[in-house]
């Protein structure tokens, strides 16, 4: 149970469709014991894991879902800061809507850490991620001076159907990820007229 409890916590409480919660959300792990003695740790490794992939499926399998989006928030003082921002990022309905629009307005991102009190960022050590590799484009306070920011690069990360996204928040070690999707008019018209 304590088990089951640590993967849930790295995995499927890490998932944002809505923010909402249902009914019928539950995870169960069964054992017979069948297998016979087991490395736990080992267990426990391949168990997160294929636990963090049906997450990311459930991400992507939301309701009017048209985009998994992965967020990372790195340069944290704590863990439980690093996960409460990206709570509130992947939670935000404005960054889930301007995802699905590929709208490059890296301004609700600053306004989901803002938000989050117990956490206070300062705007000159906040940087915005936006995509992997060599195509990946940030948005910080000494960009948006220079006014280097490629808008229509990030518009075109944003139309991916995996959007990836990192939020710097200081000089802190520690980082936490999370799963969502967008919010789309395919997630209005199926919850709009939804009877039980």
Not at 51 to 70: F, P
Not at 95 to 114: E, L, S, Y
Not at 150 to 160: E, G, R
Request: aromatic content about 6%; charged content about 20%.
């Amino acid at each position: 149970q304590k088990m089951l409890q640590r993967v849930v916590n790295r995995s499927f409480n890490r998932v944002s469709i809505d923010s909402d919660t249902s009914t019928s959300d539950t995870v169960i792990i069964l054992a017979n014991g069948l297998a016979g003695p087991v490395d736990a740790e080992k267990f426990e490794t391949a168990f997160t894991n294929s636990a963090v992939q049906l997450a990311k499926e459930i991400a992507h399998d939301g309701e009017g879902s048209t985009k998994l989006i992965e967020l990372t928030v790195s340069g944290a003082e704590s863990q439980q800061m690093a996960l409460q921002i990206a709570k509130s990022i992947i939670n935000s309905p404005l960054v889930k809507t301007a995802i699905h629009g590929a709208d490059p307005n890296w301004g609700r991102f600053v306004m989901a850490v803002g938000k989050v009190f117990e956490y206070p960022v300062l705007l000159d050590d906040l940087s915005i991620h936006f995509g992997k590799g060599s195509q990946r484009q940030k948005v910080n306070a000494e960009s948006l001076d220079a006014d280097t920011v490629n808008l229509d690069a990030i518009s075109k990360l944003l139309n991916k159907k995996e959007v990836h996204v990192e939020v710097v928040v200081g000089n802190g070690e520690c980082s936490e990820t999370v799963w969502g999707c967008d919010l789309s008019k395919g997630y209005i018209e199926e919850n709009a007229f939804y009877t039980t």
